[in-house]
């Protein structure tokens, strides 16, 4: 085997025959195997037994295989071309005949346009999911483990046809008994059940009584905790093992040598027991014996129970009734971390050691067990451990007055948290700053840091700053600088709106808010960013704008929620809009949600604990708990097999998607257009719990999984794209707009690969690894950025605007968002709701086929005050010089305070302070103001008529107000 080969599935044949021989599959795609070959088990072309593992050669047309299975004395191996191949003994092969195969050997009777999907090999008989939704089975049927209704053997594979309307979703062959899962959810049982339960339902009927009906796949009700479904299953000899959704391990069947693992002795319970796994132990995969059991744990070791010849490899024969573990009793005897010996102790029953470690300096070291199996000494296991640093997380309050807050030591890799917020009396906060960048608090800390605060000195100022005692003067306010430099760290897009998160941990938006999706506590919509009311305290760290709501993590590691609400997508428990943030409930169990992901009527949420979660609209399923019940309270997402957890999820509008723990992507909810992406469910039907997501050939995980209104699109680990679903509008980029029920390619360019592709809506936009941009889909609003309104039908490169590059896109319903490398935010398409943020737009029609610069956080004037009266008029906004206007009102000759109202997009700031000065109208010019010379004839006498007439009157005006 070549050494930087890895097994990742590994299988030994049934002991109940012949149990000398093993087969793996290497991480190069080739099948290994070693042991007893007397039959040609090993698949090595002869019959030559093997002490060591030694490659399969692949059969013709064949690059690689993807999946293995043994039976008793034979093995059986899906090729990378969607077939079945099997060697070993030839009764048992489905190859057509009953002759020995010492080499790989197609099976027989499965359709050339079927691809297998899934096998499972038993004592002698064997079983393969095709991607039709149909079992293939083939082998002995003694005990009509077939399924095919009679007791006749087949030498090549015959069908099992799904009830009508479903399909197949798991099959699993066991000694005599067959077990298969249907699209509804429901299990199916066909074969013995030779009075020990064995179809875990309750009841004992053998194929050869009364019930003939058990000689084809039957519809049973296995008998695990309400609300628990299987997870994993596998079945041998006559009992059965399964890990169910609640991580608990389950059996049914015979049990006289303990290989149901309860330990109660029981030989035939009549439903099924839970294993007792080890303290603080749960499994993660099972595998059943004919009489025995073997379990990999959740802490790496590997279990075993149920009859021992010396099988069960924990350095005994004695049978176990409870999981022991395989390689005997090993003890820790010493561990040194880091070259220092450290105490600790091991708990009894688990064998766990736990020891506290000694001071160290930061950095990886080594940590070297010492142990014995069955009191002798064993070579020593060396691990890793990484003692993590403290870092200093220190603040600068950039010039202002007064102590800055207090330092953070926070562990590496942790984020630091907000502090309180800094004033200075006639300065605005606007962040805090490293390296000329604002500080998110969103980042793992690697290092000490100082983080500064940055401030704004705003000043608005009065022309004129004087006028008459009559009023009507017209007074501009300009204010200095007129756009704040806060800037947008994230931005975020649903339909119609976005989000961007304020360098000084605010949130604005803009765009539509019929359902209160901008959060500042009305309905109107805004054609520049305006903040969101923000709960008092919080600064806000992540945003994740829905198709018309609004998500964002607040400083209190609570997710904030606000918008649509009519099917209780926001998570507070109840159908109404909220028209700024409200916290969103969490489960019991739950310390925060790691990740939020907004669909149009449901919402997806992952927790901290592994679990993910789901609530709001549930008619196509999209909530994933198997059932169509919507729900006001988070639900649990059921587990696909194979899976504990998800790393990623997102919603879609009737659809979801996520990836597992095995970096495989799973979907559920409607498939109206095949968005869901597998052959296990129908076009046009929906699945309420999560199946995996069908992949290409050499696919085998994703990095990214996207759910958009109904197609889906996905990035495998090798960097390519893939969409699925509705292809009306070119969504899938492939040339057609047909829609594609299975995951394909777009026509992007060989040898370009892509990280991140943000889409909502029924066109993407994507960044290459060669730096150019790539978009497909509707364009009906000019949002694919090339200038036109003509939707491609295949990806396109495109240069929204030269001699700008850009980082990022996020692509709402009609219009893209582009982030520079300048952190600059540019934006084109629909602008018919203002959705741009530019400043205009907000009526039908309004679009922009060029990139138009965000409109930054403004200064806006509300209002002012005159000596605490109001302006004749105004203040309005003159766009055309940045300023407001006003009308003085009438007062009485003096200087008197201006106090003028204002706000940052929203965020009313202290008033800013300004005087007025009103003169008397009458009192002539002061001399030399008027040049004495040009005064002359008629209009000196005027002058001199006017002055002596009012300055008579003025006097006895002055005389009739003097007190008496």
């Excluded at 199946?691 to 197609?711: H, R, Y």
């Excluded at 592709?757 to 978009?775: C, E, K, L, P, R």
Aim: aromatic residues 8%; neutral net charge; charged residues 10%.
């Amino acid at each position: 085997m070549p050494p930087n080969v890895r097994f990742t599935q590994i299988w030994a044949s049934n002991t109940a025959f012949r149990g000398a021989f093993s087969v793996a599959l290497g991480t190069d795609g080739n099948v290994y195997s070693w042991g007893q070959n007397d039959l040609g088990q090993l698949g090595l072309g002869d019959t030559n037994d093997r002490l060591t593992p030694t490659k399969v050669t692949l059969p013709a047309g064949v690059t690689r295989f993807t999946q293995i299975a043994s039976g008793s004395c034979y093995a059986l191996a899906i090729a990378d071309n969607g077939k079945v191949y099997s060697w070993g003994v030839g009764a048992f092969l489905g190859v057509g005949g009953t002759v020995n195969r010492t080499s790989p050997t197609a099976v027989v009777g499965i359709p050339n346009d079927v691809r297998i999907v899934s096998i499972s090999a038993s004592n002698y008989h064997s079983m393969a999911l095709g991607d039709n939704g149909v079992i293939y089975s083939w082998g002995s049927n003694s005990s009509a483990q077939l399924g095919i209704g009679d007791l006749t053997d087949r030498t090549s594979a015959v069908a099992i046809t799904p009830p009508a309307g479903l399909r197949w979703t798991s099959a699993t062959a066991g000694g005599y008994t067959s077990f298969a899962t249907a699209s509804d959810g429901n299990d199916y049982a066909w074969g013995s059940n030779q009075g020990v339960f064995q179809y875990g339902n309750g009841m004992s009927v053998d194929t050869d009584g009364p019930t003939a009906e058990y000689r084809v796949p039957t519809r049973i009700h296995i008998l695990l905790p309400a609300g628990v479904h299987i997870v994993q299953r596998s079945t041998n000899g006559h009992h059965t093992l399964a890990i169910g959704s609640d991580h608990k391990t389950y059996a049914w069947g015979s049990n006289n040598y303990g290989e149901l693992g309860d330990g109660s002795g029981v030989l035939t319970p009549p439903t099924p027991v839970e294993v007792s796994t080890p303290a603080g132990v749960t499994f993660i995969s099972v595998i059943a014996g004919y009489w025995s059991s073997y379990a990999v744990g959740s802490d790496g070791n590997s279990y075993a129970w149920g009859k021992n010849q010396g099988s069960l490899g924990d350095g005994s024969t004695v049978d176990r009734t409870t999981p022991v573990r395989i390689g005997g009793v090993t003890r820790i005897t010493r561990v040194t971390i880091g070259g220092q010996v450290t105490a600790g102790t091991i708990n009894p029953v688990s064998g766990v050691w736990t020891g506290a470690t000694l001071p160290h300096a930061p950095g990886d070291v080594d940590v070297v067990v010492e142990l014995t199996l069955n009191t002798v000494p064993q070579p020593s296991e060396t691990l890793s451990f990484r003692y993590l640093d403290t870092f200093t997380v220190s603040f600068d309050l950039g010039g202002a007055p007064g102590s800055p807050p207090g330092s953070q030591n926070v562990l590496e890799r942790s984020k630091a948290a907000w502090p309180v917020t800094p004033a200075w009396s006639d300065k605005t906060f606007t962040g805090w700053y490293i390296d000329g960048k604002p500080y998110t608090f969103n980042e793992p800390v690697t290092q000490s840091i100082t983080l500064t605060a940055k401030w704004e000195q705003y000043g608005i100022s009065l022309s004129p700053s004087s006028g008459t005692t009559m009023g009507n003067t017209q007074v501009s306010l300009n204010p200095l600088p007129k756009e704040s430099t806060i800037k947008f760290s994230q931005v975020s897009v649903g339909w119609y709106h976005s989000l961007g998160l304020g360098s000084n941990g605010l949130i604005y938006a803009w765009g539509k808010n019929n359902a209160g999706q901008l959060g500042d506590g009305t309905t109107d919509n805004h054609v520049v960013p305006m903040a969101v009311n923000t709960p008092a305290g919080i600064k806000f760290s992540q945003i994740a704008a829905g198709p018309n709501t609004s998500f964002a993590l607040g400083s209190d590691n609570r997710w904030y929620a606000w918008g649509a609400n009519g099917s209780g997508q926001l998570g507070n428990g109840n159908t109404t809009n909220q028209l700024t943030p409200v916290a969103i409930s969490m489960p019991a169990g739950v310390g925060a949600y790691t990740q939020v992901s907004p669909g149009d009527t449901h919402t997806l949420a992952l927790g901290d604990n592994g679990i993910a979660y789901a609530w709001g609209a549930n008619s196509s399923g999209q909530l994933g708990n198997n059932s169509t019940a919507s729900s006001l309270s988070p639900v649990t997402v059921q587990t696909p097999p194979g899976v504990f957890h998800f790393t990623s999820l997102s919603a879609g509008s009737v659809h979801s998607l996520a990836i597992g723990d095995n970096g495989l992507p799973y979907a559920w909810g409607s498939n109206q257009y095949g968005q869901v992406g597998s052959v296990l469910v129908n076009v046009g039907d929906t699945s309420p719990a999560p199946v995996e997501v069908q992949l290409p050939v050499g696919i085998n995980k994703f990095k990214q999984a996207t759910a958009t209104a109904d197609w889906s699109l996905g990035i495998a680990s090798n960097g390519r794209i893939l969409t699925w679903g509705y292809n009306g509008d070119y969504e899938l980029g492939n040339g057609t707009t047909v829609n594609q029920a299975i995951p394909g390619e777009p026509n992007l360019p060989a040898g370009v690969t892509f990280n991140q592709v943000i889409t909502n809506s029924d066109s993407a936009m994507a960044i290459g690894s060669n730096h150019q941009i790539y978009a497909w889909g509707y364009n009906g609003a000019g949002q694919l950025g090339n200038g036109n309104q003509t939707s491609p039908a295949s990806p396109i490169t495109v240069n929204p605007k030269p001699g700008i590059t850009f980082t990022q896109l996020h692509t709402g319903w009609k219009h893209t968002i582009g982030v520079d490398t300048s952190g600059n935010i540019w934006t084109w398409g629909s602008n018919a709701f203002g959705q741009l943020g530019d400043g205009s737009g907000g009526t039908p029609g309004s679009l922009s086929l060029t990139p138009v610069s965000l409109t930054p956080v403004k200064l806006t004037i509300t209002g002012v005050t005159m000596d605490g009266q109001a302006p004749q008029t105004g203040p309005t906004y003159d766009p055309a010089t940045g300023t407001w206007k006003l009308t003085t009102h009438p007062h009485a000759e003096g200087t008197v305070p201006v106090s003028v109202a204002w706000s940052l997009s929203g965020v009313p700031q202290p008033n800013y302070p300004l005087t007025y000065t009103y003169t008397d109208p009458l009192t002539l010019p002061t001399a030399g103001s008027i040049p004495l010379q040009r005064l002359t004839g008629a209009l000196l006498l005027t002058l001199s008529l006017a002055a002596a007439v009012t300055y008579a009157t003025r006097q006895k005006s002055r005389t009739r107000k003097q007190p008496h």
